[in-house]
């Protein structure tokens, strides 16, 4: 079946301006994950959907950050404002239900100009 | 909260050799996945493996959660084998997968 799906791919943008990052996780997923690899830092989580609601928000690095799920199912990120440091790869995962395993979409590749 | 430190961070190889990638964790764990992330950034999924043995052709895996560490075999190492082989764990109540740094392949023909 199809796996987890993010858009766009790449995204380039001048500092200041808002982005918006898509994620499609795997048919009946009830949990969904955003996480950011970065060179500095490595693979960091930022924050967790179980259904619709975040129990876990601790990895979101300021409130320029936030994110929705809507129906169980599709999940967007929004980042305000950006800075050159949120220039990063921001990953998508899903899992059936807490606890199990994770599958990772492709990424989407945000330069901060 | 939970260290993952993954050894060596770096290992090149010829073609064919074999290989042993570890990696040591600092609580007990819910969960462990051993991924590989290729050249085009794409993490794949190798091993769901919180306790036990897995195989899947010329790859295994073996955690030892009682002494927190976990190991992944390479065989016959091929050059699309290349790449950066992470080791992650979810521990406590959260859900979070904490990733070491990292072991960066490098198989040469």
């Known amino acids: 079946g199809a796996g987890v799906s993010q858009s766009p791919s790449n995204k380039v943008t001048e500092k200041g301006k808002d982005v918006e990052l898509r994620c499609d996780p795997i048919s009946g997923h009830t949990a969904l994950y955003w996480y950011r690899q970065s060179l500095g830092q490595g693979l960091e989580f930022l924050i967790y959907f179980q259904g619709n609601s975040a129990p876990d928000k601790s990895g979101l690095p300021s409130d320029r950050f936030s994110a929705e799920r809507t129906g169980g199912s599709v999940s967007t990120l929004t980042i305000q404002r950006t800075q050159q440091e949120d220039s990063a790869v921001y990953l998508c995962a899903s899992s059936l239900r807490r606890w199990n395993e994770q599958f990772f979409g492709p990424g989407t590749r945000l330069t901060v100009l | 909260g939970i260290q993952v430190e993954q050894s060596p961070p770096d290992l090149i190889l010829q073609e064919g050799a074999n290989s042993t990638l570890r990696c040591n964790f600092s609580?007990?764990?819910?969960?462990l996945q051993w991924f590989h992330q290729n050249p085009w950034g794409q993490l794949i999924n190798l091993f769901y493996i919180p306790s036990g043995t897995k195989q899947n052709g010329r790859l295994s895996a073996t955690t030892v959660a009682t002494e927190r560490y976990s190991l992944l075999y390479i065989s016959s190492s091929q050059t699309t084998d290349s790449g950066v082989y992470f080791c992650a764990v979810v521990s406590g109540g959260y859900n979070k997968l904490i990733f070491g740094a990292g072991t960066r392949l490098a198989v040469h023909p």
């Open positions: 609580d007990s764990v819910n969960n």
